[in-house]
């Protein structure tokens, strides 16, 4: 490897993360597709981590403070996977964290739709039923905010 190579990575791996925080993994796949080669890179995510520049923990930590009243534990479990955290990382992460209400997150949505659902009609409410499971919330907690709306509507 060209010691010019290595200076451009380095060079290009900190304008990466002058922008914005990336993941380990991110930063890499970043670095490959501009050109650079497989140790190249490696020596340059070294670098920037050996400052402290990246770090996996921080980035989840940040991204859960950040998403966790908008996202189910899933679903933010399957999007920094997505990122190249690794389970390992998650799992002490999400071990320490309690406090995501996913039901209230749920009667958002479910409020939000309301306006233009009607949930006393079973297509509807299964449409409403399947939105909420892809953004992964748990059949219960769905079934339970979906009931409790359409008795609403009874009152």
Excluded: C, W
Excluded at 44 to 66: F, M, P
Excluded at 69 to 79: A, C, H, M, N, V
Excluded at 133 to 148: K, N, T
């Amino acid at each position: 490897m060209a010691e010019t190579e290595l200076a451009r990575a380095k060079k290009k791996a900190m304008n990466l993360l002058i922008d914005m925080d990336r993941t380990e993994k991110e930063l890499h796949d970043k670095l490959i597709r501009a050109g650079f080669t497989e140790e190249a890179s490696a020596e340059a995510l070294q670098y920037v981590k050996s400052y402290g520049y990246i770090d996996d923990v921080r980035y989840a930590g940040h991204y859960l403070e950040v998403n966790r009243t908008r996202k189910s534990r899933k679903r933010l479990r399957f999007d920094l996977e997505k990122k190249g955290i690794s389970r390992e990382i998650l799992d002490e992460i999400f071990f320490h964290t309690d406090d995501i209400d996913e039901k209230e997150q749920i009667r958002k949505l479910v409020e939000k739709k309301r306006k233009t659902l009607d949930l006393a009609d079973p297509r509807q409410k299964n449409r409403l039923l399947a939105f909420l499971a892809r953004r992964g919330y748990g059949s219960s907690d769905i079934l339970q905010v979906i009931e409790e709306n359409v008795s609403l509507d009874i009152i």
